[in-house]
């Protein structure tokens, strides 16, 4: 009996011993006996690896936004960059909504009104980057930007288009009677004989330094001003025939070019 309590007595502290073993290698902080792992340290930020009946292992640690992804050739997944040249690293159709936080403060499937995004393709049709450009839009010009005719960063608007120096101000399709058949800023002709007809401006020039010229739908009828000054608001035109004798044409046209 003494040989049999002796006995149980030494083999309950053998087992006591390597329960107190086991406790006493545990990896600091993890509560992972060290027998077990295989290990007495871990890699700071790795990910803990399966290896089957072997010991567990650790990854380095990865960089600012790198996944944790297997390797072209295969074996243990590690930190590192997706290469979107592979078929098995992408699937599906990107959606366009996932564009439209490109860029600071862009909205919408393709940024906005003042922000628009740049996508980078290379030579394999990849793309390699993604960011965005903020738009400026540009202005309508000014009056006085359409008549220094020199900026390159305004548009001409359709209303103010008319105050550019290559723009004619005026212009005017009348018959023999006076009668418009199509005009642009001419308030009215005033028929002042054979011959003879005034054209009033609906907008004035800023002076009577402008220059007009026209021409008349008859045979050797020919347009013309005999040095009359002109107005600023109006203009008188004479048209003539070979002799020089006062002639109404069929059609008379005139066109008007200067300051307003």
Do not use: C
Request: hydrophobic content about 45%; glycine content about 14%; aromatic content about 6%.
């Amino acid at each position: 009996m003494k040989e049999f309590i002796s006995g149980l007595l030494g083999g309950l502290v053998a087992i006591g011993s390597v329960i107190a073993l086991i406790a006493a290698t545990t990896i600091s902080g993890s509560g992972i006996p060290a027998v077990i792992a295989g290990l007495t340290t871990l890699t700071s930020n790795g990910v803990l690896l399966g290896q089957g009946t072997s010991a567990i292992t650790a990854t380095t640690a990865g960089t600012a936004n790198q996944p944790l992804r297997v390797p072209g050739a295969g074996g243990a997944p590690a930190f590192g960059a997706i290469d979107l040249a592979q078929a098995a690293a992408v699937t599906g159709l990107l959606p366009n909504a996932n564009l439209a936080t490109v860029g600071p403060g862009a909205t919408g499937p393709l940024g906005s009104a003042t922000v628009a995004p740049i996508i980078t393709i290379d030579d394999r049709g990849r793309v390699t980057a993604l960011t965005s450009a903020t738009i400026t839009p540009s202005s309508a010009a000014t009056q006085a930007e359409m008549e220094a005719a020199s900026s390159t960063t305004v548009y001409a608007s359709p209303g103010r288009a008319q105050y550019h120096p290559g723009v004619a101000k005026a212009w005017v399709i009348h018959d023999d009677a006076g009668t418009v058949a199509a005009s642009m800023n001419l308030a009215s002709v005033t028929d002042g004989g054979v011959g003879v007809f005034t054209l009033n401006w609906t907008t004035a020039f800023s002076t009577a330094n402008y220059a007009i010229v026209g021409a008349a739908q008859a045979p050797s009828v020919f347009f013309g001003r005999d040095g009359t000054a002109l107005a600023a608001g109006s203009a008188t035109i004479r048209y003539r025939n070979d002799a020089g004798t006062l002639t109404d044409p069929t059609n008379g046209y005139a066109v008007a070019f200067g300051d307003q």
